[in-house]
């Protein structure tokens, strides 16, 4: 019997390359893939369908199965709502969710790193606002950087190499895989998209955290 692997996929950048590096590594297992989606970000699925067609190109690896779902937005929900669809691949599949699930999820890259990083690299056009919403600063030091999940996934031995590293680990992991040129591009870690382009995939903002530490630990947005 092969072995069932299941993962969280959002197709943001951290989930994408552990989804590849399953996938190259277990070629012959079966790979479950879940997606959760809101209301107000429906596009996650899109991005994680995405992300699974061009894995497939480069590994020829696909899930057996990609379950998705959509919920009403909220920051609980959308965690709740993940378990959920975890413990159905458990029910269902047999897929154990403490020893067989992957999951993306990574620290918050470190803030005075940051900080400094965009002292130096004004690659973003709105950095010389300084004041007010607008300012990088303002992104970066009113981030909360408390992820209590991280410490729920660490007691619960879920599958998470990200787990107390970050952006910076992640684009690590990308150049190390090989696979920067060809599956980065395809992830959007934004989460405050104003716009969506003619695919109806989301275009990075630019401007929040998340946009921020992805050009600080990658050098680049896309």
Known sequence: MNKKIGIKLSGGADSAIVYYNVCKENPDAEIYVITLGTDEKPYYPMLAARVIDKVYELTGVKPVKHITQTIPHSDKGYVTG????????????????LHDIYSGISCNCNIPGMLEYFKTHHGLPYYEQQHGSHSVEYHIRTRDTTRDEETDLEKKDVHAPFVLLDKKDVAKAYRKAGVLEELYPNTCSCESVKELDDDGYPIHCGECFFCLERYYAFGRLV
């Open 82 to 97: 993940q378990e959920l669809l975890a413990q159905r691949l458990e029910d269902d599949y047999g897929i154990s969710v």
